[in-house]
């Protein structure tokens, strides 16, 4: 069974850092690229990041670009987030999401962890 | 970027009935080498991650009831459930997985008539 188990969420002050994880158990994890979602209180989705498989290249939503950065260790079968200067309007329920491969391609988001709530407050 | 828009926001459907949800894209999401769309449906309910439902916008993911369907193709797509049951109240999201960044629709909140 594929599951994927995101930890490290909490309450930060702005300005703050915090750095998730994302274990995955129950498939090969170093075939699948990887991403984090995010999800703000009663908002809809929103893309935050992308890994490929070998850990390059990467991609960033612009609201995030320069402070977050997401890596990946294969050997450890999980994905990271570290987000460094937080803002309020980063609070929100963070999920990391496995993506398939077709074509030649990344394609759509096959299984999502239960997410990890992150809270910018002072 | 490629911007996804859902109508309507919020829809109220009775017990047995169609439930219908559209998804525009603000560019085509077809891709012409193997003329498949980049397009997924997402289900939500409260408390829950999203699950999918439909990708290359009309495949049924494994598991899904047959009273969910995907069609459309470019830029205009729809999600359809046939016979509407409790268990189905939840908000839908469509995803273009075309290029990043990846997108999704602002979220189609389906609650029972």
């Known amino acids: 069974e594929v599951q994927l188990v995101e930890a490290g969420g909490g309450l930060v002050q702005p300005g703050g850092s915090l750095r998730l994880s994302c274990a995955a158990s129950g498939f090969a994890f170093s075939t699948y690229s990887m991403n984090w979602v995010r999800q703000a209180p009663g908002k809809g989705l929103e893309w935050v990041s992308f890994i490929s498989r070998p850990g390059s290249p990467v991609y960033y939503a612009d609201s995030v670009k320069g402070r977050f950065t997401i890596s990946r260790d294969n050997a450890k079968n999980s994905l990271y987030l570290q987000m460094n200067s937080l803002r309020a309007e980063d609070t929100a329920v963070y999920y990391c999401a496995r993506q398939t491969y077709r074509y030649g391609s990344d394609n759509y988001f096959d299984s999502w962890g239960q997410g990890t709530l992150v809270t910018v407050s002072s | 970027d490629i911007v996804m828009t859902q109508s309507p926001d919020s829809l109220a459907v009775s017990l047995g009935e169609r439930a219908t949800i559209n998804c525009k894209s603000s560019?085509?999401?077809?891709?012409?080498?193997?003329?498949?769309?980049?397009l997924a449906w997402y289900q939500q309910k409260p408390g829950q991650p999203p699950k999918l439902l439909i990708y290359?916008?009309?495949t049924r993911e494994s598991g899904v009831p047959d009273r969910f369907s995907g069609s459309g193709s470019g830029t205009d797509f729809t999600l359809t459930i046939s016979a509407l049951q409790a268990e189905d109240v939840a908000v839908y999201y469509c995803?273009?997985?075309?290029?990043?960044?990846?997108?999704f629709g602002q979220g189609t909140k389906l609650e029972i008539k």
């Open positions: 995803q273009q997985y075309y290029s990043t960044p990846y997108s």
């Open positions: 290359w916008a009309s």
């Open positions: 560019q085509s999401v077809l891709y012409s080498s193997n003329n498949e769309n980049y």
